[in-house]
């Protein structure tokens, strides 16, 4: 005879009451109340659903008529469970839980398919659906984005009307071999925000900034440069990394369920760590296009080089003296400037940064990068 202690719900009221389960021979299961020593129920072990055992928790006897019997002794439950003519498989879960050799198995394998559907899911995903939105679906996404960043960072070009006619002639060769894009180039002045830079928008808007311009040395380098950035719309790549971003935000909000400042940082270290390894991929893809492009024109790879060592080093200066104390930018000549910046990279170096910051930077180390470029 097994007895078993534990609560009984009726299924009709939420109320419950003290009860014994008690098995009787073979297969006659009987549920009676502890105070009026009432009979409840009497059924069959075989028409009973009995939950699986997880851990410690209570398990429920649920009979046919809605009526379930809950309770926390679980050998008394695996007794009756045994009586059952499917008597082992019930058991299975609880073994499964209670190997520990099983759980290390299942903890690897559980983090081996979050790692890789973030490394390699996400992105795939994150392609198929960029290159499944319609061209009004990027319109609109640029359309935003550049308004936000006339706004709030650039200020109209100052690059003089003639210039920019010529700049729009040195380009318009270049935009016309790719007649299935909508490319365009427009201008902009960077300023102290956003300084000598490119970038490509959804919508196959190409912007180059006053100091971007600037810093080139010839129509070759800045052809290299549109080049790339033809390479990030071809790609899609602004859209990828905006659905990449969505959906590692919600898995790990899901995962961490708190939107508080712990929770923040457990959040915005993976995502930033993942988001940053899928920038350096898009610029590796960008630039296998710009070198392949500027193979079938016949421009030489090092004038991609040179600009970019060129901006590299105007960037890093920038942020070097932007760091300093007691450093009045204004008051410095060109000399004095260039003086400044190589005192200021050589004591960063000998501090040990430039690892540190390369392994924080969207794009790939500057110099693997530019050596990767030549040699592809």
Known sequence: MVNIQGRWFDGKSSQACDATLTLRGDTSVSVSDVASGEPLIVANVNDLDISSRLGNTARFVRFANGAAFETVDNTAVDALQKKRIDGGSAGLLHKLESHLGLVLVAAILSIAVLVGGAVYGVPATARLIAFQLPQNTLDTVAAETMSILDRTHFDDSELSVDRQTQLQAEFKP????????????????????????????????IIFTDEMIELSHSPSERIAVLAHEIGHVAERHSLRAVIQNAVLGF????????????????????????????????????????????????????????????????????????????????ALSDTERLALCETLIDEADDEGNSQWRDYLSTHPGLEQRLIDFTAQ
């Open 174 to 205: 270049v935009l016309a071999q790719y007649p299935d894009m909508p490319l365009k180039v427009e201008f902009r002045k960077g300023g102290d925000n956003i300084g000598a830079n490119a970038f490509a928008l959804p919508d196959g808007t």
């Open 251 to 330: 898995v790990y909000v899901t995962l961490v369920g708190d939107g508080t400042a712990m929770g923040d940082l457990l959040i915005g270290l993976p995502v930033l760590a993942t988001t940053l390894s899928y920038s350096r991929d898009h610029e590796t893809e960008a630039d296998v296009f710009s070198a392949e492009f500027l193979d079938k024109a016949g421009i030489e790879r090092q004038a991609f080089v040179d600009i970019m060592q060129r901006l590299g080093e105007t960037m890093r200066c920038n942020e070097l003296i932007d760091d300093a104390k007691d450093v009045d930018e204004d």
